[in-house]
């Protein structure tokens, strides 16, 4: 009977784990789908930044001070967009930004 029960406990975290894992990578993919409609950007563009997105996601859960973190993700981001983007994208970057960091 414990056994059955630890089994459902480990399954039921497995399940909530995957559940909420979901949850973050479709926040990621609608956060760069914003940034992609807002500022114009391309396909290879959008496939880096949702990687930059993906990788501040994970490093963010092992650290407590996120802001440096934040710091080289937005960086990195500014360096995929041409002038034009950069641009567009400095209007909508603090509020964009403030999204990011509530997945964190």
Do not use: C, G, H
Not at 18 to 36: D, F, R, W
Not at 63 to 91: C, F, G, H, T, W
């Amino acid at each position: 009977m414990k056994n059955l029960i630890l089994t459902l406990i480990f399954t039921l975290a497995f399940q909530f784990t995957n559940i909420i894992a979901q949850e973050k990578n479709e926040s990621i993919s609608n956060l760069v789908s914003t940034l992609k409609q807002k500022v114009l950007l391309n396909d290879d563009q959008t496939t880096s930044i949702e990687k930059v997105l993906t990788e501040l996601v994970s490093k963010s859960k092992t650290v407590e001070d996120k802001n440096p973190l934040i710091q080289d993700a937005q960086k990195k981001v500014e360096s995929y967009l041409d002038r034009k983007q950069k641009m567009k994208y400095d209007i909508i970057k603090n509020e964009w930004w403030k999204q990011v960091s509530a997945l964190l």
